[in-house]
């Protein structure tokens, strides 16, 4: 059960785009289409942002959006606002005999 | 609407027992996979344990395997996690979620917090 790999930090200013990277292996990230992102604000559940590598689920800003090139899975942020300040973190599926495997965590901070 | 409610965290000490669960409503917890999700203060989030939609196939977080038993009863519509053996380590707030599709979780609640002394 090997953790996945993300940076710890990211920022930019409001409206700008930031991205966040999300690195594992071909038994994760590489082997299946079950990526997901999850924001998580102080003291509150962790919230769906991403699933399936790029679908958005009801509700969450076309801003938002992933990716998937090989190993490793991305989530972008366009046109940031302050409300996206927060901690995101990447999750994937991991294969029928094994449980999922989350990423540290990427704290975006909103200049 | 679907809901989750979780209960049954507290302080309690090193070795002993608690039983978190997770009481579902505006869904059939049977028809879905349930996560149990874990996070230490300050730290990042970790899948606990799931129980597959079938109810039989369970998976658990190597550091709980053997400790943690997760279980449902489908007539009272609620999850739980027996937690054996806790350990300081263990502390954190728990997280019941509803599997949308394989580790993507719209449904979670709100939580609820357990405290390992040694």
Redesign the interface.
């Known amino acids: 059960?090997s953790a996945l790999t993300q940076p710890p930090s990211a920022s930019g200013s409001p409206g700008q785009s930031v991205a966040i990277s999300c690195t594992g292996t071909s038994s994760d990230v590489g082997g299946?289409n079950?990526v997901?992102w999850?924001q998580?604000r102080p003291g509150k559940?962790?919230?769906?942002i991403i699933?399936?590598v790029n679908k958005r689920?009801s509700g969450v800003p076309d801003r938002f959006s992933g990716s998937k090139s090989g190993n490793t899975a991305s989530l972008t942020v366009s046109g940031l606002q302050a409300e996206d300040e927060a901690?995101y973190?990447c999750?994937?599926?991991a294969g029928?005999?094994?449980?999922?495997?989350?990423?540290?965590?990427t704290k975006v901070t909103v200049l | 609407q679907v809901e989750l409610v979780e209960s049954g965290g507290g302080v309690v000490q090193t070795g002993k027992s608690l039983r978190l669960s997770c009481a579902a409503s505006g869904f059939t917890i049977s028809n879905y996979g349930m996560h149990w999700v874990r996070q230490a203060p300050g730290k990042g989030l970790e899948w606990a344990a799931v129980i597959w939609s079938n109810g039989i196939k369970k998976h658990y977080v190597d550091s709980v395997r053997g400790r943690f038993i997760i279980s449902r009863d489908v007539s009272e519509n609620t999850v739980y996690l027996q937690m054996n053996s806790l350990r300081p380590e263990d502390t954190g707030v728990y997280y019941c979620a509803r599997d949308l599709s394989y580790y993507s979780s719209s449904d979670w609640g709100q939580g609820t917090l357990v405290t390992v002394s040694s």
């Open positions: 059960q299946y079950y997901s999850y998580q559940a962790p919230k769906l699933y399936d689920p901690d973190y999750t994937s599926y029928s005999d094994n449980l999922g495997v989350f990423g540290p965590g």
